[in-house]
């Protein structure tokens, strides 16, 4: 049986991952060389990441792979409404469409 505070770690991991992302598109624009280890926003970028993997592992512990992975899809889902937020992106009917159905997945694959 899978512990309510994994589905909470797993949940909670992927809007952390999500963020990773959008703060590494938003130096995306700069030149790649040495200097872009040392921007504080590739720096968040990449802690956020790594946080998120920290997360899913502690998750992890109270919980069966098969039951809290699927969550993990919940990453998309975040970073639509991120960059449509954060970064100013356009959300076609087709991508939410398919928002809805990585949804009705992870209720199909998650609830016990």
Not at 45 to 58: A, H, K, S
């Given at each position: 049986?899978?512990?309510?505070?994994?589905?909470?770690?797993?949940?909670l991991?992927?809007?952390?991952?999500?963020?990773?992302?959008?703060?590494?598109?938003e130096?995306?624009?700069?030149?790649?060389?040495?200097?872009?280890?040392?921007?504080?926003?590739?720096?968040?970028?990449?802690?956020?990441?790594?946080?998120?993997?920290?997360?899913?592992?502690?998750?992890?512990?109270?919980?069966?792979?098969?039951?809290?992975?699927?969550?993990?899809?919940?990453?998309?889902?975040?970073v639509?409404?991120?960059?449509?937020?954060?970064?100013?992106?356009?959300?076609?009917?087709?991508?939410?469409?398919?928002?809805?159905?990585?949804?009705?997945?992870?209720?199909?694959?998650?609830?016990?």
């Amino acid at each position: 049986m899978t512990a309510w505070w994994s589905f909470v770690l797993v949940i909670l991991s992927s809007v952390v991952s999500a963020l990773g992302p959008v703060y590494l598109k938003e130096v995306s624009s700069e030149k790649i060389n040495f200097t872009l280890l040392f921007n504080g926003t590739f720096i968040v970028g990449v802690g956020l990441y790594g946080l998120g993997v920290l997360l899913m592992v502690l998750a992890l512990f109270g919980g069966e792979l098969s039951v809290l992975y699927p969550f993990i899809a919940l990453t998309y889902v975040w970073v639509v409404v991120l960059s449509y937020f954060r970064l100013g992106e356009s959300v076609s009917s087709q991508r939410i469409l398919g928002v809805l159905l990585i949804l009705a997945s992870v209720i199909l694959l998650g609830v016990q």
